[in-house]
């Protein structure tokens, strides 16, 4: 399997400009996964799709944030109006199925100046 | 509230000495407890999952084992390339992962 592909590895931009990354999934992977990590700490979760559908979103999910998974592939997650607190990696993770480990690509790091 | 808390958050050790990484949980409706390791700028990578209390996993120089309320990660005899940071999850319900903040392990030559 190649792993999972996220894209771009790093982000800078002003505050309160938007911004958009992408996942690619492993292949045949079900389950997509997006979490936030900042420094020191573990991921948090914040959405995750079964093929197109966007199942569960977190409280983190601000309505500035969205994320959406065309066709069941690859996935977006966009940040509207970002904000210095938005600074962190967001990771995204696959899986075949629910009862599958998550595998994690090496994310995109967002710095806002 | 669901909770993971690692410890230490950092672990300092000589090439050869063994020792073990802690996770405690206190979640509802536990579906598996996850480890993974996590190099600096990378994403985490999977290690072992965990399903119930009593079992035990291996992988080289790493064995995990889960009891109702923790986790071990027991390292014997570490090298240096197994410097990283370990991050354990607890898979609840909800189907997401809640990680703990992790132990920052150092293996000195």
């Known amino acids: 399997d190649t792993g999972v592909s996220q894209d771009p590895r790093h982000k800078i931009t002003k505050r309160g400009q938007n911004v958009t990354f992408r996942c690619d999934p492993i292949s045949e992977h079900n389950r997509l996964y997006w979490y936030r990590q900042t420094l020191g700490q573990g991921p948090e979760f914040l959405t995750y799709f079964q093929n197109e559908a966007q199942l569960e979103k977190s409280r983190l999910l601000s309505d500035r944030f969205s994320a959406e998974r065309p066709k069941g592939s690859f996935s977006t997650l966009e940040i509207q109006r970002t904000e210095q607190g938005d600074s962190a990696m967001y990771l995204c993770a696959s899986s075949r199925d629910a009862n599958q480990p998550q595998h994690f690509g090496d994310g995109t790091r967002l710095s806002i100046l | 509230e669901d909770q993971v808390t690692q410890s230490p958050e950092a672990l300092r050790l000589q090439e050869g000495e063994s020792s073990s990484l802690n996770c405690s949980y206190t979640?509802?409706?536990?579906?598996?407890l996850f480890w993974y390791r996590q190099d600096p700028g990378k994403g985490p990578e999977f290690l072992f999952t965990?399903?119930?209390a009593g079992e035990e996993k291996e992988k080289e120089r790493l064995k995990a084992t889960l009891t109702k309320k923790e986790s071990f990660l027991h390292i014997t005899a570490p090298k240096p390339e197994d410097s990283a940071t370990y991050l354990c999850?607890?898979?609840?319900?909800?189907?997401?992962?809640?990680f703990g903040t992790g132990t920052r392990l150092t293996v000195i030559p």
């Open positions: 979640v509802s409706g536990l579906r598996g």
């Open positions: 965990l399903y119930s």
């Open positions: 999850a607890a898979k609840t319900g909800a189907n997401n992962l809640f």
